[in-house]
């Protein structure tokens, strides 16, 4: 019934509220009965599932579609599903992911996206601090940039993910939207911006336009731009996040300056699981050809074709120290390697190829 006064839609909004927490509470004591029967089952790991947490985000976004759809976005419904389960989780295990800091970073809006926030975030100095963070286990799980829209492959990345034992868990999109921030509250007097090189890239076109005498320093960071906006003061601003501006205090001058709107990234999440056949699935796999073979890539690449696997993505890296030139190809595709068909079309793969390695199968990101 809708409601005709303010008195009554309080107390419509009262009901509810009690109703949802009732709920909640209840969702988060099966949430623990989930812990139990996990370790009685002689489960001696953590209680993340990334399958399991893709298959409830798919059921709400479906749901809003239905009869109990409301007026709120595929989004916004994912990020309260998102919250609900994050605080689940952190009841069955408390996780510590790494990411690329520091705080205030794209890599931590990422974490934040894929995870919610009932997690601790730890931030690393570099991308092989993260690979060995998760190997050696001082965190769970870690976060990596792979690929931008605009500025292309994180090679570190790349490299890290040939030699490591880590697993490919999950991967996150994230929008990237730049803001001009400042401990100041207007535009008057200012000399110096800091941010990322690959961030101001992205804004060129808006720095020549509004700002072009202004000096740009580079920093390893956006959270450490920030931070130093923050901390010399007037005179000075920062390129970086919304989240970032948050944790540094600082006013936004401009927002979303990037040149290209529709500029994101793409992060993966790193761990030591293999998560099950969520039924919308990628599987990443990297692996070379043998040398002077005329045709070798697409050799390499024809199983797939005659298999009706759909490539997602297909990138080459030259071989670090290699004196005769030689490529990694990192493939993506549409499927899960515990799948028979797919792993019938990896072997054979597997078997014409110089090198070969399976990086991970995992849920298709759904948020
Ligand atoms: O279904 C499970 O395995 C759970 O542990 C429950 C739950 C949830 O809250 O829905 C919590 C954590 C897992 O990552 C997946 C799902």
Redesign the pocket.
């Known amino acids: 019934m809708v409601p005709q006064t303010l008195p009554e839609a309080r107390l419509q909004i009262d009901a509810l509220d009690e109703q949802i927490q009732k709920l909640i509470s209840q ?1 988060a004591r ?2 623990q009965a ?2 139990n029967i ?1 370790q009685q089952m002689g489960d001696t790991g953590n ?4 399958s ?2 893709a298959e ?1 985000l798919r059921r709400a976004i479906e749901r809003n579609h239905g009869p109990d759809g409301g007026p709120l976005t595929d989004e916004t419904i994912a990020r309260l599903m998102r919250e ?2 994050s605080v ?2 952190s009841l ?1 295990s408390p996780l510590t992911i790494a990411y690329l800091g520091p705080e205030g970073t794209y890599t931590q809006a990422a974490v934040q996206k894929h995870f919610g926030d009932s997690v601790t975030a730890r931030p690393a100095r570099a991308i092989d601090e993260i690979f060995r963070d998760v190997e050696t286990g001082a965190a769970d799980y870690g976060v990596v940039p792979v690929a931008n829209s605009i500025g292309g492959l994180v090679s570190h990345t790349l490299d890290e993910l040939v030699h490591t034992k880590l697993r490919i868990c999950g991967e996150v999109t994230l929008p990237v939207h730049h803001h001009l921030l400042s401990m100041q509250g207007d535009f008057d007097g200012l000399t110096k911006i800091y941010s990322h090189a690959q961030s101001f890239a992205q804004c060129r076109k808006w720095l020549d336009a509004r700002l072009p005498k202004v000096e740009l320093e580079v920093v390893s960071s956006n959270g450490e731009a920030a931070r130093r906006a923050a901390a010399e003061g007037k005179g000075t601003a920062a390129i970086a996040s919304l989240q970032a501006g948050r944790i540094n205090a600082l006013n936004i001058l401009a927002s979303n300056i990037e040149d290209d709107p529709s500029n994101t990234t793409r992060f993966l999440v790193l761990g030591k699981q293999e998560p099950e056949i969520s039924g919308n699935d990628i599987t990443s796999v990297v692996m070379t050809a043998h040398r002077n073979q005329p045709g070798a890539l697409f050799k390499l690449l024809q199983p797939f074709a005659e298999n009706g696997l759909d490539l997602t993505r297909l990138e080459s890296r030259q071989v670090r120290d290699s004196v005769v030139t030689d490529y990694y190809f990192f493939v993506d595709f549409a499927g899960h390697a515990a799948d028979p068909k797919v792993r019938a079309v990896l072997e054979t793969i597997r078997s014409d190829a110089a090198f070969f390695k399976i990086l991970g199968s995992y849920p298709r990101a759904v948020m």
């Open positions: 969702r099966v949430a989930v812990a996990k209680h993340y599932r990334p399991r947490e409830v609900i389960m689940c989780l069955e």
